[in-house]
């Protein structure tokens, strides 16, 4: 049972309140946040918002919602161009290599694809008209010294700051930004006069001169783009809120479009108490944690908490995560064993923590909850009981993504490959094994099961057949 539109609350960092959930279509949902800037590989902070918005996309799904995605890729900004000099390597090739490392990541995290994801240099057009609007509006304007440097006035206009709760005047201009041709030092750039350090093919022709879009021009003429001038909700980490998305939010205004109608920001993934970033060289990046934990492990410990707070990296508690798991799997085994198949539930009580700003760690309770009241029932021979909580269990691990069924589960690279010829080895002996006991050859039977236990393989005879897990 799907529940009543309308249900759902939310926290809107813009007005800082929860508020009822109303999109601009009734029964659709139109969804916009910041990829990533593919300048190298993703680490589990910035992986944390694509899990955070993959649950909320997976519930406002269950919902009864028609549920568009926009999540973008920054192909061009300054940070590619400098790290492809130092690689050597053509600036395209460099990003276009760390975005197919992002989706490994998506994958292997089990994040479903976005509607459509759009790259920054495939939309300058776009970007043109936006500037030029803003111009004739008179909220930008180019720099009168012949860079060919376009900059958003913020002066012109009077509710910049607004979505951070910051007044103009005590604003520090960005640390390494450049104050060359600008009116006042906060003002931002929205496009970037060519210079001849940087490489030919990472500048476009515009009224202006030569040269390449600002970041925070990107996503709002992309989202304008696949989402209208009005959309329901704009996500990214924290960190974004200024100043990337404060200017997104002007100059999106200041050209006429009314943009997002809520914002939703996730905290951040710390390391020894600081933001985790690359600079930082705390990083733990996806395709390494991935090789010491399962990926619905990494998943887990991502969701967990509550999207808006604040998580401390460590190996521990993903350890934790993996073992909650184990004990989750292995009472979907043994109901399963004994009751077969049921139809797929969500509680009441899922449903309200869902509902109130996406509550997982009470809805994460709850699955645990059932899990317990499961084995419960399975010890005292209640089959109806265990039946009625294996679905809730079922229903809760699919809207939470964390569903161990390897067809709606993706594994990144060789670990697909190496899933699937482990399950196929397994299976062609407990095949030989089977057809052992039938003809009586228990001895080969046995030796075939105990070479598996050696390897940490135990194997378990039902009623439909055997089952085998690792220990």
Not at 304 to 313: A, D, G, K, N, V
Request: glycine share 8%; net charge negative; aromatic share 8%.
């Amino acid at each position: 049972m799907k529940v009543e539109a309308g249900a759902f609350r939310v926290y809107d960092t813009a007005t800082r309140s929860v508020r009822d959930f109303c999109p601009v279509v009734p029964g659709k949902v139109s969804i916009y946040h910041c990829g990533l800037t593919v300048q190298s590989a993703p680490h589990l902070g910035h992986i944390r918002k694509e899990v955070v918005f993959d649950v909320l996309r997976r519930w406002l799904a269950w919902c009864g919602y028609d549920v568009t995605v926009i999540a973008n890729i920054t192909d061009i900004e300054d940070k590619i161009l400098i790290k492809s000099a130092e690689a050597g390597v053509p600036w395209f090739a460099h990003a276009y290599r760390f975005e197919r490392e992002l989706h490994e990541a998506y994958a292997a995290l089990g994040c479903l694809p976005p509607t459509y994801e759009p790259r920054a240099t495939g939309h300058v057009p776009e970007m043109i008209e936006m500037i030029t609007e803003l111009i004739k509006r008179g909220h930008a304007y180019p720099a009168d010294d012949g860079t060919g440097d376009v900059y958003f006035d913020v002066r012109s206009w009077p509710d910049y700051g607004s979505l951070s709760r910051q007044n103009i005047d005590e604003m520090e201009p960005a640390a390494d930004s450049d104050s060359r041709g600008k009116r006042d030092p906060r003002d931002f750039a929205l496009w970037k006069g060519y210079k001849e350090s940087e490489p030919y093919t990472a500048s476009w022709d515009t009224p202006w001169g030569r040269g390449r879009p600002g970041w925070h021009l990107e996503c709002s003429a992309m989202a304008g783009k696949y989402l209208g001038d009005e959309f329901d909700i704009h996500g990214g980490g924290l960190d974004l809120r200024f100043p990337h998305h404060e200017n997104e939010l002007a100059q999106s205004q200041a050209a006429g479009r009314p943009f997002a109608r809520y914002w939703m920001h996730n905290g951040l993934v710390t390391a020894a108490g600081e933001k985790m970033s690359k600079s930082l060289g705390t990083g733990a990046l996806v395709s390494e944690v991935i090789k010491r934990f399962p990926p619905r492990a990494v998943r887990l410990y991502l969701l967990q908490p509550h999207y808006r707070s604040t998580i401390e990296y460590s190996d521990a508690a993903i350890a934790e995560s993996a073992a909650a798991l184990e004990r989750i799997d292995n009472f979907i085994r043994r109901a399963t064993d004994v009751v077969g198949a049921t139809p797929e539930r969500v509680p009441a009580e899922f449903i309200a923590a869902m509902n109130d700003d996406l509550g997982t760690p009470t809805a994460v309770a709850v699955l645990h909850n059932a899990v317990r009241d499961g084995n419960l029932a399975l010890d005292a021979g209640d089959q109806d009981s265990a039946a009625a909580r294996l679905g809730d269990v079922a229903g809760m691990l699919a809207i939470l993504g964390l569903a161990a069924d390897r067809n709606t589960w993706q594994w990144a690279g060789d670990d697909q490959r190496l899933a699937e010829a482990v399950d196929g080895l397994i299976a062609e002996l407990l095949k030989q094994r089977e057809a052992a006991r039938e003809g009586k050859d228990f001895t080969t039977a046995d030796a075939i099961r105990d070479s598996l236990a050696k390897l940490g393989v135990e194997v378990s005879d039902t009623p439909q057949g055997p089952r085998w897990n690792l220990r």
